[in-house]
């Protein structure tokens, strides 16, 4: 067999990159438990009238049928492209057996049969939380996911080295009230024109308001106004009702959102901006939008959004309502870890190679592995009867720390300060029990 | 849209179940890495072509394409159905980065589209380690492999209830060097028959040696006295040499299993079982295999299975063996948790909730909950503000241990006591802090 090729738009790492991935994934899975949500995982495949379902996406699904499906035998089944569509199918189906609010974390691949370019995959995970009502789900819960998605992302910064982030946040009902409130009756059209903010700018988003849509200059003025008004705290209302700009529906978004600011704040200040110019995933969710941003790379756009609906399923009698924020773990670290940036300091996980003098003595090697090991120490065993020089050499590729020789010495291969020490009692030093993250 | 019904051959638990898969995963991946397995993982596809290779499995393949490929453009991709195959291609694809004998543990979901029935599942998760060398990889790594397996099972037994394990091991080169020894020049039949030991009883696997495969009756008595021959120690040395046959090949396999047996019996007594009809796997693997039977419920089959293997892939210049385990995940744990036999004993995370006795102090419980999480202590907030009661019966719903009332007051619900505690300082007893394992 020729040496295989990857295949494009499906990431794989080698074992340095691999152990950055774990690693993340248990800080973020962690955090998810930490913060209450209880773990799901569900099938791989969905039915396909469920997958097709939203129009724009069913280009991108996955069909899975048997190799040998007889004639005429109709595709029924396809891979997940997201875990929502998934997860409101696994709520229909088990709703009974749930107590709500029902939240829940779920970390698993998902597959678009999209032609791949930078930064887009076909195969990626994802990490998602909700948090689900039956009937109704209280608006502080908007307030609560960003806490998450917050205590994630601080610790990968503070811990593995990740970017900080910036998280941006807007309110569909503050910005709906807002346009409403200026006499703007169909308000999705506003929408579409201010998302190209950013691209194109305040002037020609203008010009778009009233070429396009036939706004007043003074209305154009005023969407794009508020477009551009961001913060880390509260000021954000004042500078709205500063506008003149009166509505019901304007002032519930407005207190939505800056609870959220205020109690973001209190976690970890300047972290979180309310950003009036968001208008991406507007159409898909209801009233509080998340976006997340790494500093440093922003152009990779948001690499975690989420936001409030108010139907994720519905059996025809009971709506499920909900506000959840989804991780595009895949799109943050395939990145880093292919250009080396973020690896891990070893390619096992041995902390401890127990070196073997010659094949007769390898049967203690084993038990003094096994003494070590039963501290919960990583440790291997050397796999060739060999000179004291090719043992450190062997770890040393691998970037094993200790190698161990005979019943009662271990040596530090980096410092080469060698010390008698007790299998049943030695400690290495904690950071060195583990593989840690070696910035790029 | 109507309740959806479960996909038959596509497991999926509700959370509790869901809390033990992910306690089961975390020992079965710790413990690993104790051994220094490093982690990869693959991608779930594979080109047709690799997969369609072994004749005998096609018929189970997953074919995948996208919705809207066009008319004729050719299915090449499947769903891999084990973690071999997408193994042997990693390692030829990455040797030049991979440091030999390469030791890798990898832990996904593999896909097969057979007929669903009792204990076959569609869509089902394995956990693979194997060691594999370039070229050559020296034979006391057959020794290692099956202690890893062990130390994963004791811990399960020990620290989650599930039953103890049997292992059975056996060596293919013992069997063919006895069967060569006796004059027998095609031993793969011999194998087969063998094979039906345990089904139709020694007598009749006599009977169809000499009356399939014309062996001689004493041929025949000494291939089913050899599948008769069964110890958890090196005994079943003296009881093979007992039976007068005499070949290299045999010694060289009661050799490797003597060895396995002996050090085995050190790490745990009486565990495993050198059981000499073990023949399944025999005709993949070239000596020693293994397999794993759960005490009480032998007649699952065996539940983790492996051995070694000469050519696990080659590039026509270096061959790379190789000795590996399986750990059927969903086929130990799926029946257990299907049946309510293993579930954990909260369907949350959380050790705390924080109650809420009017919206209007909220934050303040917020804060007390960031307090309590600092520790590494799962909390949530109560999602409604309400009485007293009220909020045990929300706790006690979802099995979550303790409440918190105000600032400084936390209640154990299971026994009623209430005592004054700061938010900054207070630990629950260690057993309490993640949810436990409680038995059916």
């Given at each position: ?119 887009r995959y076909r195969e990626f995970t994802q990490a998602d939380i909700d948090i689900v009502g039956q009937g109704n789900l209280a608006s502080h819960h908007d307030v609560e996911i960003p806490l998450v998605a917050l205590d994630v992302f601080e610790k990968l910064h503070r811990d593995m080295g990740l970017p900080p982030v910036s998280l941006r946040v ?271």
């Amino acid at each position: 067999m020729a040496r295989p090729k990857p295949i494009s738009g499906f990431p794989e790492f080698l074992p340095a990159g691999r152990f950055v991935e774990t690693m993340v994934l248990r800080t973020v899975t962690e955090t998810f438990e930490l913060h209450g949500f209880a773990p799901i995982e569900t099938r791989a495949v969905e039915p396909l009238d469920q997958l097709a379902r939203k129009g724009e996406i069913d280009k991108e699904i996955y069909v899975v049928r048997r190799l040998h499906a007889a004639d005429g035998e109709p595709d029924e089944l396809g891979l997940h492209f997201d875990l929502t569509v998934p997860f409101a199918r696994y709520v229909l189906e088990n709703a009974g057996h749930l107590a709500f609010p029902f939240r829940r974390y779920q970390v698993q691949k998902v597959w678009r049969g999209e032609r791949p370019q930078e930064g887009r995959y076909r195969e990626f995970t994802q990490a998602d939380i909700d948090i689900v009502g039956q009937g109704n789900l209280a608006s502080h819960h908007d307030v609560e996911i960003p806490l998450v998605a917050l205590d994630v992302f601080e610790k990968l910064h503070r811990d593995m080295g990740l970017p900080p982030v910036s998280l941006r946040v807007n309110n569909r009902k503050l910005l709906e009230g807002f346009y409403r409130g200026l006499g703007i009756e169909e308000t999705a059209p506003v929408l579409q024109r201010v998302d190209k903010y950013d691209k194109i700018g305040p002037a020609a988003v203008r010009d778009l308001l009233t070429d396009e849509l036939g706004l007043t200059a003074e209305q154009a003025a005023k969407c794009v106004a508020l477009a551009g008004i961001s913060a880390t705290d509260e000021s954000f209302v004042d500078d709205v009702l500063g506008l003149g700009v009166e509505d019901e529906l304007l002032s519930n978004g407005l207190e939505e959102l800056s609870a959220l600011v205020r109690v973001a704040r209190r976690s970890v200040p300047d972290r979180v901006v309310a950003d009036l110019k968001i208008a991406r995933g507007l159409d898909y969710y209801t009233g509080t939008v998340y976006e997340t941003l790494l500093v440093g790379s922003e152009k990779l756009g948001s690499v975690a959004s989420g936001g409030r609906y108010d139907s994720l399923a519905t059996d025809g009698k009971t709506t499920f309502p909900g506000v959840g924020y989804s991780f595009g773990i895949t799109r943050i670290l395939a990145p880093l870890i292919g250009k080396g940036l973020l690896a891990a300091n070893r390619s096992v996980p041995s902390a401890v190679l127990v070196a073997v003098d010659n094949e007769d003595t390898r049967e203690d090697a084993i038990a003094v592995a096994a003494a070590i090991r039963a501290r919960g120490i990583a440790v291997e065993v050397a796999p060739k009867a060999d000179k004291f020089g090719k043992q450190i050499r062997y770890a040393e590729r691998r970037g094993i720390p200790f190698v161990w020789f005979g019943s009662d010495s271990v040596k530090d291969i980096r410092s080469g300060e060698q010390v008698t020490a007790d299998p049943a009692t030695w400690e290495p030093p904690a950071e060195d029990r583990a593989p840690g993250v070696m910035p790029g």
